[in-house]
């Protein structure tokens, strides 16, 4: 649980109109503290794992699986950091990164081209990130790709001669605890499902959000869960 410290966070707001209550350890966790975290589907309680979990694999797709076996746990399979990556005006952006095939780089070169380097001074693994294709969602076939940022395909990298902006994602906090993603090339899609289909091995995609607002509707919605709350269902999280 978050102690008395951190009541200067109870108001955070973060990427939309609802503010972030201090009982969201989850949320907050994976915002601010870029903490690893499960994101659970709020429709069937399934989560979020890269297709391929090796970390030579920068084709592959994001499904949904509905249980957790021994391989994806011991690759981190199921594990997400939400890395800071700017800003779009005032609204903050974020990679999707898995932590399955993370690499730990190499100590700097002298030209120091290490790829920068964390607050404790060693240099920050490269994760794969969620990547969106310039053309979606137009057709399903237009779905996602989860990897390095110089590996993935020609139509997964940045549209207007920016690397990332294929791969930012605005995350918004929707009123029922949960989260819902947004990629900022397609302002009026959000992280679904193709043929807007949850169920195990669903292949995500993006879906027009027919809501016509950033906080979605519940069948696009995850809730990130923390390692100590991977067994709690997330309607009894916060009751």
């Known amino acids: 649980?978050?102690?008395?410290?951190?009541?200067?966070?109870?108001?955070?707001?973060?990427?939309?109109?609802?503010?972030?209550?201090?009982?969201?350890?989850?949320?907050?966790a994976?915002?601010?503290?870029?903490?690893?975290?499960?994101?659970?589907?709020?429709?069937?309680?399934?989560?979020?794992?890269?297709?391929?979990?090796k970390e030579?694999?920068?084709d592959k797709g994001v499904k949904l699986a509905t249980a957790l076996d021994p391989a994806t746990k011991?690759?981190?399979?199921?594990?997400?950091?939400?890395?800071?990556?700017?800003?779009?005006?005032?609204?903050?952006?974020?990679?999707?990164?898995?932590?399955?095939?993370?690499?730990?780089?190499?100590?700097?070169d002298a030209a120091g081209t290490d790829g920068g380097r964390g607050d404790d001074g060693a240099p920050k693994p490269q994760r794969r990130r969620v990547t969106v294709h310039q053309d979606a969602p137009k057709s399903t076939a237009d779905?996602?790709?989860?990897?390095?940022?110089?590996?993935v395909?020609?139509?997964?990298?940045?549209?207007?001669?920016?690397?990332e902006d294929t791969q930012l994602w605005v995350v918004t906090v929707t009123p029922w605890g949960g989260i819902?993603?947004?990629?900022?090339?397609?302002?009026?899609?959000?992280?679904?499902?193709?043929?807007?289909?949850v169920t195990a091995d669903s292949e995500v995609r993006l879906t027009y959000n027919w809501g016509g607002d950033f906080t979605g509707t519940v069948i696009n919605?995850?809730?990130p869960r923390l390692p100590n709350e991977w067994n709690v269902p997330y309607h009894h999280v916060f009751t």
Not at 153 to 163: L, M, P, Q, T, Y
Request: charged share 15%; aromatic share 10%; no cysteine.
């Open 1 to 28: 649980m978050y102690t008395q410290e951190r009541t200067a966070m109870s108001n955070l707001v973060v990427g939309g109109p609802v503010a972030v209550n201090s009982y969201d350890n989850a949320i907050v």
């Open 30 to 53: 994976a915002l601010v503290e870029n903490r690893p975290v499960m994101l659970v589907h709020a429709f069937n309680g399934g989560f979020l794992r890269p297709a391929e979990l």
């Open 56 to 58: 030579e694999s920068h």
């Open 74 to 108: 011991d690759a981190q399979g199921h594990l997400w950091h939400i890395t800071p990556g700017g800003f779009f005006g005032q609204r903050p952006l974020y990679y999707i990164e898995s932590a399955a095939g993370q690499v730990t780089p190499k100590p700097a």
């Open 143 to 151: 779905t996602v790709q989860v990897g390095l940022p110089g590996k």
């Open 153 to 163: 395909g020609e139509k997964w990298r940045g549209k207007n001669g920016a690397v």
């Open 180 to 197: 819902t993603f947004v990629p900022i090339t397609h302002p009026d899609a959000i992280l679904g499902f193709k043929d807007h289909a």
């Open 221 to 223: 919605t995850f809730y």
